[in-house]
């Protein structure tokens, strides 16, 4: 598979830190990546860089070919690599559908226009993507109204309005329990395998990385370390050193 991003020596420093040191990695279209690693490792730095929301002290970012290093979120987004972030990034005081609307101005090429007719031309295809993520049901509550776990698919909702290529997902499941974590990541794989888009997502929930990544990809003081499939990156000495310690080596896979 040809990669949908590719990463080539980033680096990224504050004082005399390297938050990133030189990090090379790529995602293949439609491939489901993890990065993980300890606290300060630099994953969420990384994800900031590739997505725009800070400049690089070096290295490049390519994405579908096309060097982004630089551009803007709004220039990236467009380009269809959308992302989500820690703490959920909706309009409270909004509807449901309304803050899917909004994205989908967002997305709009065609340039401004009122929003009421914005809002009966997307209506529709608001709705679509909330049915894609099981909120449907839920379309005229306030998003304040929303249980945790639904904001998270709310979220994936706003980010599906770029018809993105690649959803970078920082830590995703972060303040769900463990069922609501899966169910969350059985719904990506579920858009992925409808979209054919890819995905990347950092994570602290090992039982979620080991489960749900095809790769896993580990960063330690701003150096990506190690790199493999689940089963080998689990088992690695250098990733049970800086990382895992005492975790178990034999977390299940996903059934």
């Known amino acids: 598979m040809s990669p949908v991003l590719e990463v080539e020596g980033l680096c990224k420093s504050y004082g005399g830190v390297r938050a990133v ?7 293949p279209a439609g491939q489901v990546r993890a990065l993980i690693g300890p606290n300060g490792a630099g994953k969420t730095t990384c994800f900031q860089l590739i997505s725009g929301f800070l400049p690089p002290d070096g290295g490049r970012v ?3 070919g096309a060097d982004i ?4 979120p709004q220039q990236i987004v467009r380009l269809g690599l ?6 959920c990034a909706v309009f409270s005081s909004m ?9 989908l101005l967002a997305a709009d090429r065609g340039g401004f226009a009122p929003w009421g007719s914005f809002a009966r031309r997307n209506r529709e295809r608001a709705r ?7 909120l449907a049901d839920h379309d005229d509550q306030p998003a304040h109204n929303l249980p945790f776990a639904d904001l998270k698919r709310l979220e994936v909702a ?20 463990l069922g609501e974590r899966f169910a969350l990541m059985e719904l990506l794989l579920d858009l992925r395998r409808r979209l054919g888009v890819a995905l990347l997502f950092t994570e602290h929930d090992l039982e979620v990385v080991f489960r749900f990544a095809e790769w896993v990809m580990v960063m330690d003081r701003g150096r990506l370390v190690a790199e493999g499939p689940p089963a080998a990156v689990r088992t690695d000495p250098t990733v049970r050193d800086v990382y895992l310690g005492d975790a178990p080596t034999s977390l299940p896979a996903r059934g």
């Open 62 to 64: 390519r994405f579908r």
């Open 69 to 72: 290093t630089g551009r803007s």
């Open 82 to 87: 959308a992302r989500t972030f820690q703490h």
């Open 158 to 177: 706003i980010a599906l309005a770029h018809k993105p290529a690649l959803l970078l997902l920082d830590e995703p499941t972060a303040g769900m329990a």
């Open 21 to 27: 040191d030189g990090v090379s990695f790529s995602v």
């Open 95 to 103: 509807t449901v559908r309304e803050n899917v609307q909004m994205a």
């Open 128 to 134: 679509e993507l909330l049915v894609l993520v099981g």
